[in-house]
């Protein structure tokens, strides 16, 4: 067990639909990644969010947009879905001194 | 930027011996963090060793090492005795220190066979 926590594990939904994923990062870890992997492929950063304001921007399309919460929970809004989106989003949350990140289980979305 | 490449997509192994998967990394940063995650079928993602880059001393895990040559930007990852839990996607990650911006490269498959 990681200590990050992911809800939902699966989502199912249909394409223009909005989804929103829910992480809870590790107790005392103040940053919280996004990242984005398709069937077999690498895993994608999206954003990177460090106590409440955004940090970093990598691939995230911009149907998609994320918010960390000042209890550190971090929320990602997936909208205008489309079959492409159909993927695992994993969150993390870092440890700043080493560096590593702990992944959630994932949230697994398929747009029909 | 910074790009991570593993240039193995897929690889086997027989039980118990041993196997090394690639990863190249291009970066000008003097100061970061290299990493091995595995990926098994629960799509988990675990890690499995770092290294930091100011260490000359190779890390090792266990059944895990790495040989790290900064000069070359080489990281591989040798697995010893391998076991059939060891059946899992490897992914390198570097990541500058002090950014905290995690790249993966696109992963190797490895496969343990009985």
């Known amino acids: 067990d990681s200590g990050v926590t992911q809800t939902p594990k699966h989502l199912i939904t249909a394409t223009g639909q909005r989804v929103t994923l829910r992480c809870s990062p590790r107790?005392?870890?103040?940053?919280v990644y996004w990242y984005q992997q398709s069937l077999d492929q690498g895993l994608q950063f999206l954003i990177q969010?460090?106590?409440?304001?955004?940090?970093a921007k990598g691939n995230i399309l911009e149907r998609f947009s994320a918010q960390q919460f000042p209890d550190l929970h971090s929320e990602l809004n997936l909208s205008s879905l489309e079959l492409g989106d159909s993927a695992l989003y994993f969150c993390?949350?870092?440890?700043?001194?080493?560096?590593?990140?702990?992944f959630g289980e994932g949230s697994r979305l398929t747009v029909l | 930027a910074q790009t991570v490449t593993q240039s193995q997509p897929e690889m086997s192994v027989q039980e118990a011996e041993t196997v090394t998967l690639s990863c190249t990394y291009d970066?000008?940063?003097?100061?970061?963090?290299l990493f091995w995650y595995k990926q098994p079928p629960s799509r988990q993602m675990i890690l499995v060793i770092r290294q930091e880059a100011y260490k000359q001393q190779n890390a090792t895990e266990n059944r895990f090492s790495v040989n790290f040559q900064k000069a070359a930007k080489s990281f591989s990852l040798k697995i010893s005795d391998s076991q059939l839990g060891d059946t899992a996607m490897y992914f390198c990650a570097f990541m500058p220190q002090g950014n905290n911006d995690m790249r993966f490269g696109a992963g190797t498959r490895l496969t343990v066979k009985p």
């Open positions: 969010y460090y106590n409440g304001e955004e940090r």
């Open positions: 107790s005392g870890d103040l940053s």
């Open positions: 993390a949350s870092s440890v700043v001194k080493t560096g590593e990140l702990f």
């Open positions: 970066t000008s940063e003097n100061n970061y963090y």
